[in-house]
Nanobody
Framework: QVQLVESGGGLVQAGGSLRLSCAAS????????MGWFRQAPGKEREFVAT????????YYGDSVKGRFTISRDNAKNTVYLQMNSLKPEDTAVYHC???????????????????WGQGTQVTVSS
């Protein structure tokens, strides 16, 4: 079993920054690709970013590219999402996710992830 717990969300003005954290427990964190997704009210869950198990490669959704940065600290079993130049359209519940199997390639589709955190709310005011 895997437990993922997000934190760091909140209310911020447009143009501001937030850093989200996702603490993982229950298995060898350093062997797994990790991802961030977000879901706004009435919308589908959207891919935000993914990071390779070693941390050496990352990939982003088009809507956040150049503004968000995903990173990980395997010694702390934690993955981060640094969000800069926030826009009102970034308002959503942000979830981290882990796949069922270790290693493999980075994943961008929600069905490729087996474990999800409860999410943290990010609200960007205009």
């Amino acid at each position: 079993q895997v437990q993922l717990v997000e934190s760091g969300g909140g209310l911020v003005q447009a143009g501001g920054s937030l850093r989200l954290s996702c603490a993982a427990s229950g298995r060898t964190f350093s062997s797994y690709v990790m991802g961030w997704f977000r879901q706004a009210p009435g919308k589908e869950r959207e891919f935000v970013a993914t990071i390779y198990w070693s941390g050496g490669m990352t990939y982003y959704g088009d809507s956040v590219k150049g503004r968000f940065t995903i990173s990980r600290d395997n010694a702390k079993n934690t993955v981060y999402l640094q969000m800069n130049s926030l826009k009102p359209e970034d308002t959503a519940v942000y979830h981290c996710a882990a796949p069922a199997s270790p290693y493999g390639s980075m994943r961008t589709r929600k069905y490729e992830y087996a474990y999800w955190g409860q999410g943290t709310q990010v609200t960007v005011s205009s």
